[in-house]
């Protein structure tokens, strides 16, 4: 079993940067994707960054020239770092993984995740 524990999330201001992190434990060698996701109050969650199994990693096309997403060696830390905040980025942040078994294709297609984390808030205000 995957477990995956956010943290990081603070209070910025507009125009900070802020990374925030997830520690993933158990057989991460089973995971297509390990993604972050978010979730505003009263809208959808949506996928924010990934990296894949070959280390390839993707950002949302509306977040490339600010979030930068990485890995440590081990697959056992993921990374978001986030740059020139906005308001509108402010919401819970959250750490996911899609086991293989799971595959859908692309890692920031949500369908298929089978480990979440709890969340990281992350809140910008001007």
């Known amino acids: 079993q995957v477990q995956l524990a956010e943290s990081g999330g603070d209070s910025v201001q507009v125009g900070g940067s802020l990374t925030i992190s997830c520690t993933l434990s158990?057989?991460?060698?089973?995971?297509?994707?390990m993604t972050w996701f978010r979730q505003a109050p009263g809208k959808d969650r949506e996928a924010v960054a990934a990296?894949?199994?070959?280390?390839?990693?993707t950002v949302a096309d509306s977040l490339k020239d600010r979030f930068t997403v990485s890995q440590d060696t081990t697959k056992k830390f993921l990374y978001l770092q986030m740059n020139r905040l906005k308001p509108e980025d402010s919401a819970m942040y959250y750490c996911?993984?899609?086991?293989?078994?799971?595959?859908?294709?692309?890692?920031?297609?949500?369908?298929?995740?089978?480990?979440w984390g709890q969340g990281t808030q992350v809140t910008v205000s001007s």
């Open positions: 158990g057989p991460t060698y089973s995971l297509e994707c």
């Open positions: 996911a993984a899609r086991s293989f078994i799971y595959s859908t294709g692309a890692c920031l297609v949500e369908t298929g995740y089978n480990f």
């Open positions: 990296v894949d199994n070959f280390r390839r990693t």
